[in-house]
């Protein structure tokens, strides 16, 4: 195992962390963090795979400006998840 | 003239969308008319596409760009395209005219812009040769879907648009998915060079993609583990949306459905695929039709109604026959006139009386003859009475189901048309043997527009074989996708 | 418990069956077609050097025109939904003297960037998309720093429709001239900058959809933002 | 034996359905899909890539025969402006309902049914 797959290990590995903990989080803040770091760690990735203008939209459009989108909605709503909503559910039986 | 001009379909909407911001001076009332004038212009062009492709029985194909398909991006307006690009220009502009009148929400101009643009994504899609600029129509449609949803800003308009959203990410996601393995394998997006190579593909990556396709598309074409968003959706949305969404949005969903599953015919685990199609669909029309038969909102009740009648069209497509096919296609003319009517009226009613529940129908026949009529001759055309139009089309998906060998499915389908005739009568009785009220003012030209589209039940119900011609040949453009291959002028590219 | 053991239960069986599907395209194998005929055409017929954007804006430009659609309805949507009469901004602490300072000095730099990603988005990685959100996180920075500061948005939205309708045009022209919507008539019909590829002044149409993708996305994106940041006040 | 970029992709995107399919707050569930599209973008750059060649950017002697395949790359800068879209749609709607319902969860904001 050469040097650069290991770093292809490692981001997968931190970007698949990033994801569980944007889930399970229950402070919506830390978890829309969470998400824009997912779309970070995918970034480098699609670096990684030759393929920079898919990087470079993905970290401003796909990090950033979305990350900042759902604060603003945090803001305007509720910062954490309440007790309630921590019991799995199914949207099916909407 | 030069077929490419064509485009102008797709570049006129999107215009005149992008030209609303810049006259918001002209108040209301004006930007009202300028929709209507723009969905005029629309019917013009889509009926001189259709006049075109019917006389010379040739497909138009317009090439984006100027390169020739695998390499650029065609839209392919055969005999289906042309007969549906002009069905959904002529409810937009009946809708455009209702909402000059119906429509009081403020912001206006969004909504012309929205309004145009959620045409405009019906028209792709329905005329779109490349399956990723199906998609991006999709979205199109689906995201101004979304946003003329929740139109009304009242809580229940945001819940159901909520509830599309969630589960229109989740079909798109699928969806595309589903393209990634198709390009992974086949190297194309063109749908006609697909269809050529669709015989060397790799038969489970063709049975994943294709099934994650046909759940993608699931949510636009209302099937049934994926339509839980659609009778929320038609009940909250101003009127005139929903009854864009019943005549236009479905049926592109479902036109892009059996295209996508015509098209990979070649393909050895078709039929798997085609069973799960058959299957959903029988669901659907008995799941609906049973959850009608429990409303107390004449709206939601006509909305499950519709939803019953788009899965037997999905049963027809699915079926794997040329008979199938055509069958579905003439049900889907069928159901797009009656049930525009249907809602138009309910829509009418629900803004004059202020509700769309079944005790503001009651003595509709005293208070508003005209509407009351259209309506009586809607609901008896819905339940499939000889004589009106749908009765042929019933029952040629019915012969067809019967030949293709799934008497299961026809029987379901045929008891669940017991029940959609309660219902029905029920609403029938409601409007004219019960209640009593006063003689209402009814508006001239809703009036005109509803009599108009009775007026075509009723035709199409004597002299079915026009249109069945019409739908046989826009049925055998799904069908045959040899001559689909041949009329898409591919050219050699790389080994 | 049960419910959350079921759902990862399916979830693990449609992941099985996705990578089923996954092991007959396996990874880093040529099995180019289209994009092959692309790659080996681009200079010649486009002008760019960017193979990307060369698909992206004119091989494929439907889809383009397709997607400004998408942002522009977002936009649309956003400010329909989020309308009402008044709307102000509710922030009331004042951003600190390192943001205050450091957005007054690089704010206008944030927007140069964002324009030179833009315009040179048929040479170098980036183009219209990236380019327009750069520039909206300008006017983000903006927003952040200064308590009272919103973007003239009637015009944002007056920007937005007449860039828009000059994209739908540019391709109309294509028609009139090539035949073609959409049709590249810098480079195939007037042929201009052919002796420069590579350098800023070639690319045939390209600079002019992205510029036009550039100020749109930017004027779209900081609109949804001053939607989304400005609350109702009830008086 | 599965490639690390796919396992990624796949794993995102089950996780975002997990998200969806289980969480009861609204945003939790826009942020399940928000995943679940970074996840598909992946899917789709990574089966455009070819082993050991460089970007599609035809200069300074980089031939035809030494690029990866353009069209997907093409085809996840529009995905990812589609999803942005989608996203901010969403959250103006969780917005309203929030101002209906003063709740985000999903059972506490069910009035339509039947």
Redesign the interface.
């Known amino acids: 195992m050469n040097c650069m ?1 290991c770093i ?2 490692i981001i ?1 590995g931190v ?2 962390a990033s ?2 903990l ?2 399970e989080w229950r402070d ?1 803040l830390a ?2 963090v969470g ?1 824009a770091a ?2 970070l760690f ?1 970034s480098l ?2 670096f990684m ?14 990090a ?3 990350g ?3 604060i ?3 803001k ?3 910062r954490y ?2 007790e ?2 921590e ?6 039986r ?1 | 003239m030069n077929g490419q001009y064509a485009s102008l379909l797709i570049a006129l909407p999107l215009l005149s969308a992008f030209f609303v911001p810049l006259i918001k001076g002209l108040g209301e009332r004006g930007i009202k008319y300028y929709l209507a004038v723009i969905t005029a212009l629309q019917t013009g062009i889509a009926a001189w596409v259709f006049q075109q492709v019917y006389s010379t029985g040739k497909p138009i194909i317009v090439m984006a760009g100027g390169w020739k398909p695998p390499v650029g991006i065609n839209l392919y307006i055969g005999h289906f395209a042309a007969l549906f690009v002009l069905i959904v220009a002529v409810v937009s502009f009946f809708t455009a005219v209702f909402s000059i009148w119906s429509m009081k929400v403020q912001p206006i101009d969004k909504y012309a812009m929205l309004f145009l643009l959620l045409m405009l994504g019906a028209t792709g899609m329905i005329a779109t040769g490349d399956i990723f600029n199906l998609f991006v129509f999709m979205e199109i449609t689906a995201i101004s879907a979304y946003a003329l949803t929740a139109y009304n800003k009242t809580g229940e308009a945001a819940e159901a648009s909520l ?1 599309y959203m ?1 589960l229109g990410g989740i079909g798109s996601s699928f969806f595309l998915i589903g393209v990634a393995l198709i390009y992974g394998s086949l190297g194309t997006l063109n749908m006609a060079q697909i269809a050529q190579l669709a015989g060397n593909m790799n038969p489970t990556v063709a049975q994943v993609g294709l099934a994650l396709i046909v759940f993608g598309l699931a949510v636009e074409a209302e099937l049934f583990p994926l339509n ?1 968003w659609a009778p929320d959706a038609y009940q909250a949305a101003p009127h005139a949306i929903t009854v864009m969404f019943s005549a236009f949005v479905v049926k592109a969903g479902l036109y892009a459905t059996a295209r996508l599953l015509y098209l990979m015919q070649a393909v050895g685990s078709w039929h798997d695929v085609l069973k799960l199609l058959v299957a959903m669909a029988t669901l659907t029309v008995v799941v609906a039709e049973f959850a009608a038969l429990r409303q107390k909102d004449v709206k939601r009740m006509i909305a499950y109604s519709s939803i019953s009648q788009v899965g037997m069209i999905a049963f027809a497509l699915a079926l794997g026959s040329q008979a199938g096919v055509d069958a579905g296609v003439f049900h889907m003319v069928n159901h797009a006139v009656v049930k525009a009517l249907l809602f138009l009226g309910v829509g009418y009613v629900g803004i004059k009386l202020g509700g769309t529940a079944m005790e503001n129908f009651q003595g509709l026949g005293k208070r508003m003859p005209l509407t009351a009529f259209a309506l009586t001759i809607g609901s008896l055309a819905a339940v499939g009475i000889p004589l009106f139009n749908i009765f042929w089309s019933k029952v040629r998906i019915l012969i067809a189901g019967v030949e293709a060998g799934y008497t299961w499915g026809v029987a379901l389908i045929l008891g669940a048309s017991v029940v959609e005739a309660v219902y029905y009568l029920r609403f029938i009785h409601a409007m004219w043997f019960a209640g009593e009220g006063e003689r209402m003012r009814e508006g001239l030209a809703i009036s005109l527009i509803l009599l108009l589209l009775a007026a075509l039940v009723i035709v199409i119900g004597i002299y079915p074989d026009y249109i069945w011609s019409l739908a046989q040949k826009a049925g055998s453009d799904i069908f045959n996708v040899g001559q689909y291959i041949k009329n898409v002028p591919l050219m050699e590219v790389g080994a | ?1 049960l ?2 053991l079921l ?1 990862i239960t399916t979830l693990i069986i449609i992941g099985y069956w996705l990578a089923q599907g996954l092991a007959g395209v396996p990874f880093g194998q040529d099995r180019m077609l289209v994009g092959k005929y692309y790659l080996e055409h681009v200079v010649e017929q486009t002008g760019a050097v ?1 193979a ?2 060369a698909v992206v804006v004119n091989y494929r430009g439907f889809d383009t025109l397709g997607e400004v659609t998408v942002l522009f309805i977002a936009s649309t949507g956003v400010g329909a939904l989020l309308w009402s009469r008044k709307k102000r901004r509710t922030a009331r602490t004042e951003g600190s003297i390192v943001l205050t300072t450091g957005t007054r000095l690089l704010a206008p730099f944030v927007m140069l960037f964002g324009v030179y ?1 833009f315009i040179h988005g048929h040479l170098t ?3 219209g ?2 380019g327009g ?2 520039i ?2 300008a006017f ?1 920075l903006l927003y952040m720093a200064f308590v009272t500061y919103e973007i003239p948005h009637r015009a944002f939205e007056k920007i937005e429709g007449a860039v828009g309708m000059t994209y739908v045009i540019v391709g109309l022209i294509g028609l009139a001239i090539g035949g073609y919507f959409l049709y590249d008539w810098i480079w195939q019909t007037w042929g201009w900058g052919h002796d420069n590829i590579g350098r800023l002044f070639s690319g045939g149409f390209i600079p002019i959809i992205y510029t036009i993708i550039g100020i749109k996305v930017g004027t779209e ?1 900081s609109g ?2 001053d939607n ?2 400005k ?1 109702e006040v009830s008086k | 034996m599965i490639s ?2 796919y ?2 992709a796949i ?2 995107i089950l ?2 359905l ?8 609204v ?6 899909l ?2 679940m599209e ?1 996840g598909v ?2 899917l789709l ?2 089966i ?2 070819i082993s050991g ?5 035809l200069s300074e002697g980089i031939g035809p025969n030494q690029a ?1 395949d353009p069209i997907p ?1 093409a085809l ?2 529009t995905a ?2 589609i ?2 879209a989608t ?2 749609m969403a ?2 709607v ?2 309203i309902l ?1 101002g209906k319902y003063g ?5 506490e904001i ?1 009035r339509l ?1 039947g």
């Open positions: 797959s292809e290990y997968v970007m698949i994801a569980v944007a889930v919506l978890a829309a998400m997912v779309s995918a990735l699609f795979l030759q393929a920079p203008d898919v990087a470079m939209t993905e970290a401003a459009i796909g950033a400006l979305s900042a989108v759902f603003f909605a945090i305007r709503t509720q998840e309440t309630e909503e019991k799995p559910g199914w949207w099916v909407w | 509830k969630i839980a | 418990m419910k959350r759902a960017n990307v954007t990603i990685p980036g183009g998309f990236p959100a750069t909206a996180t983000l994106l949804i933002i989304m940041i609350e | 690390v970029y396992f990624g794993s995102l996780i975002g997990y998200a969806v399919l289980v969480k009861k707050n945003l939790k569930m826009l942020i399940g928000s995943i970074t973008n992946l750059v990574s455009g890539y060649r460089s970007a599609p950017i990866v790359q996840v800068l990812i402006v999803g942005v996203t901010a959250l103006s969780a917005i929030y709740t985000l969860n999903v059972e069910r049914r």
